[in-house]
């Protein structure tokens, strides 16, 4: 029986992004045992997969704000026990920091084990090439490499297997029933993401909005912070068909990516969350490049718009039209 230690730590759209990686080794090894390290913030993602057997939570972020109470705690060095108390047969990092491979340096492995990670970064991603130091093995990737394919290749080759089919993300749905889902058909507004530059433009919003209210459709406005309760406060002033979400914890926030019968969003991780669900979804870019994480697993999937080239607002209504028959 295959052990395998997955070491993707962060952030919300790139652990997202690794999932599929369990699904390609459980189907070459349908009995294996896989694991992953993961920051804390995002274990109920992992969860979300059920391949996946045991989680570690890494708390650095946490952790590096009073280090030594932390460290007085035992909070990490509980962390460490419990990582070291497994052996693996391959130890795979996919993110390629420093920190990610003090985590694989510390993962135990059988004497026959290995220890695989990239040889490079891609295009715009962070990577520290002293993180090489702890494989055993490094995979080279082209440079403009897809976020989910970047792992799977990784993964492929730390295993000795081909990937030949599309990504699929074997994520759980959730039978979680909020009191603010509606019974009906509804659209999602993802307009949320940091960085003012990967934004929407509002009057853009407000345009497909009053287009989904003529079709009868509700929209539902999510947040994640104060300034972004702001702007959906003010979008659903200006929009008849309009609900402006209570606060969502990561769960609530996955049942509404995966509920929705249209998303459509900025580059984010709720998006991709949206668009593994396949649910119908359309991913506008406008300050990041599309290449690199665009949903390209799917027909339900219509990405629009690139890094310094925002979408246009009939290109968002064209899609709408191109979606509707997939749109329950």
Known sequence: MLKILLIRVSSLGDVLHNMPVVDDLLRHFPDAQIDWVVEEAYVNLVRLHPGVRRIFPFALRRWRKNLLTSWKKRDIQHFFSELRSEEYDVVIETQGLLKTGLIMGLARVKSSGKKVGLANGTEGSGYEGLSRIFHTESVAVDRYTHAVLR????????CGYVINTPASFGLHRSELKPSWLPDKAFAVFFHGTAGASKKWARGNWLHIGQALAQRGIPVLLP???PAEHEEAIRMAAAMTNATVLPPLSMQEATVLAQSASLAIGVDSGLTHIAAAYETPTIEIYCDSPRWKTEGNWSAKIIN?????????????????????????
């Not at 629009?304 to 209504?317: F, I, K, N, T, W």
Request: proline share 6%; net charge neutral; no cysteine.
């Open 151 to 158: 792992g799977r290749l990784v993964a492929a080759k730390a």
């Open 223 to 225: 947040w994640g912070n």
């Open 304 to 328: 629009l718009g690139d890094q310094g080239q925002p979408a246009s607002v009939e290109e968002v209504l064209s899609a709408i039209e191109k979606l509707r028959p997939v749109v329950n």
